[in-house]
């Protein structure tokens, strides 16, 4: 993730010295040109994050899975010896 943000800044620092070159000896314009690229980079920033956030919660919810596999399958196999006595109870009332 460190290298990822890293590269993003380093884009960053590419689009503005291609902003600075759209607008010799002007600063307004290019003032405004790196705050706009300083957004889209943010926006692209977030997206990875958000990216690296859904990967994680994946992964966890993986491991969770995998950890519990066997507790569940003791669960399901205790709640179908109670629904076959249950059955049997009501089959013999």
């Known amino acids: 993730m460190k290298a990822s943000l890293l590269f993003l ?3 960053a620092a590419v689009l503005a010295v291609g902003a600075r070159a ?3 000896g002007e600063p307004e314009p ?4 790196v705050q706009e690229y300083v957004q889209k980079a943010s926006v692209m920033a ?3 994050l958000g990216a690296v956030r859904e990967s994680e919660a994946a992964q966890h919810a993986r491991r969770w899975l995998e ?3 066997e507790l569940v399958k003791q669960r399901v196999a205790w709640m179908k ?3 076959q006595e249950l059955w049997k109870q009501a089959r013999a009332a």
Request: aromatic share 0%; charged share 30%; with cysteine.
């Open 9 to 11: 800044l380093a884009c």
């Open 67 to 69: 950890d519990n596999a």
């Open 22 to 24: 759209d607008t010799p």
């Open 46 to 48: 977030k997206s990875a």
């Open 30 to 33: 290019l003032v405004r040109k």
């Open 81 to 83: 010896e109670q629904l």
